[in-house]
């Protein structure tokens, strides 16, 4: 197994020599592909992508996904509107019987749990970029699966690594024989069986949900201007069939996946960062509110939506005018990919940076590491959006910022997560401040809103922080 991390050799394995590579096929990888199984987050030419590229990519499009700006920032009020109040919105956020792990709520600070909150957002985006607007009514089912798929996998991944380790320790070390025990126990690597039923019944549970939205749909097809039901009615131009009714439900299934963890994660660390840096949430602000779409009551732009003259502004000249919340969520996932680690396996013998790869071996790649390599990037751990001017992307090598991956299998959602969090920062800086939110027992007189926790990065599938960070979402006069 290598890790590839120079933009040189990335290039080679992403975009120059993409067909000397299959998809990463490693026991890590192999449970989340039998997940995501015949969705287009698996599939590779040989078993049908182009097909279903097809059938379901102009709607990933810009020209598609553009147009719903309006509706993600009119989602993403409604939203925050929820978290507010001095108990961190707690009763309206959480009303009915939600499971502890999904709730926004915060018993013990005047806030709420930032994670929940960002599932429960980016999954109503989700739903405004492909799924329709009902996909509320599944909330609580899909964030729970997917949370639990996630911790199981890295239990998983966590025990693959150790054995890994275990079995290649020199005997001279003499370790104690718990520790042996403990890396060395599993050289099969073989799921629990108590492990793999919970990973079926989570299973279970997001298959019922993505039933539940199809059928739905399936009554009503154009009802709602969504990609669903436009996928329900398409038929391929080459061989005129439309997708089979579990196909599709298997790609509800992998996008779920793909398209709610990966914006979740980067949302939070956006929160993150910016709870820590008032200034940057006053120069997003400024720039949102010379919006038509998010000017203050009483602006001029406010008075030409409201007055005689029709709202101009679109979904394009929206995003177009945002051109600074823009490079703050690529640093924020530059500094914090939300997929830290992908891969692939050598399908023939090659020559990647001057090292020969036999067939059959693993590379890995790694946003994170690359993102923070100090060749192409000055004090790579600090937060400084002025890294994506367009001077200074010009002046660095295209391989060195990669947190969508690039060439042919590069993510068919960037231009969804891209606009969805360019218009959910925007609307939440126009509106709210973000600061950190006061644990119960410590006084307001101690306690620093802007001074942000320390958090270790907790690395499986998705890159989130390890703990439960609390925020307040304070509306502005
Ligand atoms: C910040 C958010 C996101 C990040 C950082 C991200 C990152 C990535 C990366 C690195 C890959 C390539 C993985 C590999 O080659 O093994 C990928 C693939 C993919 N992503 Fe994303 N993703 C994000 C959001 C989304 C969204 C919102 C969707 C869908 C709604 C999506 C759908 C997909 C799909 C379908 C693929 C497989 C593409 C193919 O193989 O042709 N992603 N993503």
């Known amino acids: 197994m290598y890790l590839v991390s120079h933009p040189d050799d990335l290039r080679y394995v992403l975009q120059s020599h993409p067909s000397e590579f299959r998809a990463l096929d490693v026991p890590g990888s192999r449970d989340f592909m039998r997940v995501v199984r015949n969705s287009v987050v698996n599939l590779h ?38 978290f507010e109040g001095d108990d961190g919105g707690a009763t309206r956020a959480d009303p009915g019987a939600v499971p502890e792990s999904v709730q926004v709520r915060a018993p013990d600070h005047d806030g709420v749990r930032l994670l929940p909150a960002m599932q429960r957002l980016t999954l109503r985006l989700l739903g405004v970029s492909l799924f329709g607007p009902d996909i509320r009514a599944q909330e609580t089912e899909i964030i729970e699966s997917v949370d639990g798929l996630r911790d199981l996998f ?4 966590t025990r693959l690594v150790a054995s890994y380790v275990g079995r290649r320790l020199p005997d001279e070390l003499h370790l104690p024989t718990f520790l042996q025990e403990g890396l060395g126990a599993d050289p099969t690597i073989e799921l ?24 739905r749909r399936l009554r009503t097809p154009r009802a709602y201007d969504d990609a669903l039901g436009t996928w329900l009615c398409r038929r391929d131009p080459v061989d005129g069939e439309s997708l089979d009714p579990a196909t599709l439900r298997q790609e509800v299934l992998g996008l779920l996946i793909a398209g709610h963890a990966t914006v979740t994660a980067g949302m939070t660390w956006a929160c993150y960062l910016l709870a820590a840096r008032p200034e940057v949430q006053e120069r997003i602000r400024a720039e949102a509110r010379e919006t038509e779409l998010l000017a203050p009551h009483g602006e001029a732009a406010c008075a030409v939506a409201l007055g005689e003259e029709p709202a101009t502004e679109d979904g394009e000249s929206f995003i177009d005018a945002l051109p600074y919340t823009r490079r703050v969520w690529q640093e924020t996932i530059r500094l914090y990919p939300p997929l830290p680690v992908f891969g692939r396996t050598a399908d023939t013998d090659t020559t990647v940076g001057g090292e020969t790869l036999a067939e059959g071996t693993h590379v890995l790649i790694s946003p994170y590491v690359t993102h923070r390599d100090p060749e192409f990037w000055d004090d790579p751990g600090t937060f400084d959006p002025s890294r994506f001017e367009p001077e200074a992307v010009a002046g660095r090598h295209e391989l060195a910022y990669l947190p969508f991956s690039k060439g042919r299998h590069a993510c068919l959602g960037e231009t969804i997560a891209t606009t969805e969090a360019v218009a959910a920062l925007a609307a939440l800086c126009s509106t709210y401040r973000v600061e950190f939110a006061r644990p119960h027992d410590v006084a307001p007189d101690e306690f620093d809103p802007h001074e942000a926790p320390h958090v270790e990065l907790d690395s499986a599938i998705n890159l989130q922080p390890d703990r439960d960070l609390c925020v307040r979402f304070t509306p502005l006069e």
């Open 192 to 215: 629990g069986s108590r492990q793999d039923a919970r990973i079926e019944a989570y299973v279970d549970q997001l298959v019922g949900a993505a039933d539940a939205i199809i059928e």
């Open 154 to 157: 890295k239990q998983r991944q």
């Open 45 to 82: 030419e040989e078993d049908g992508w182009t097909r279903r590229i097809r059938l379901i990519g102009p709607e990933f499009n810009e020209q598609l996904v553009v147009p719903k700006t309006p509706e993600m920032v009119e989602t993403t009020l409604a939203t925050l509107a929820e």
